[in-house]
């Protein structure tokens, strides 16, 4: 009967050390310095357009005492996916490679309060469709406020302060 016992630990930790294994499997990682290919050269290239940076401006400007305000921040690094193995996985492979155009961040806390989206009227293609459903989902979940500004909109600063939640009365 001790026997037994013992045979079934073994199993037991054979199973676990299977599944630890079976859930970090993927790809070898590769230890050598990275070297650019030939033939292959790289440029810097603008973070914002004329008509982002202009944007990013009024946003500086309505948050500038209350929130620090980031451009082009991915989304995987705004939220912390906790879960199990494979869904866990899943949730990280969604989100990333997606974009938020901006995020408005506590400077004492340093956690993000609001996410601003930049609306393009209607997606024009089911892939952008989905991209920005997939960023809104994960967002509200987190239980961060989203801000959908339209592009064919001109904002002043007391209009972003008010949906911002900054404005004077405040």
Excluded at 4 to 31: C, H, M, R, T
Excluded at 65 to 74: C, G
Excluded at 94 to 99: D, G, N, P, T, V
């Amino acid at each position: 009967m001790e026997n037994l016992f013992i045979f079934l630990a073994i199993a037991f930790l054979a199973y676990q050390l299977w599944q630890l294994k079976d859930s970090s499997a993927g790809e070898p990682v590769n230890k050598e310095a990275f070297v650019l290919p030939r033939g292959v050269t790289l440029k810097p290239q603008p973070l914002l357009t004329d008509a982002d940076l202009l944007l990013y401006n009024l946003i500086r400007m309505a948050a500038q005492d209350h929130f620090l305000v980031f451009a082009r921040v991915p989304l995987w690094s705004i939220l912390s996916v906790e879960g199990e193995g494979k869904a866990r996985l899943q949730v990280l492979r969604k989100i990333a490679l997606k974009q938020l155009d901006f995020v408005l961040v506590h400077p004492g806390s340093k956690i993000v309060e609001q996410v601003v989206l930049l609306g393009e009227g209607l997606p024009s293609q089911p892939e952008e469709l989905a991209r920005r459903r997939e960023i809104q989902v994960a967002v509200q979940a987190a239980g961060i406020p989203l801000i959908i500004l339209k592009p064919d909109t001109s904002y002043t600063v007391a209009q972003l302060a008010q949906l911002f939640g900054v404005g004077d009365d405040e």
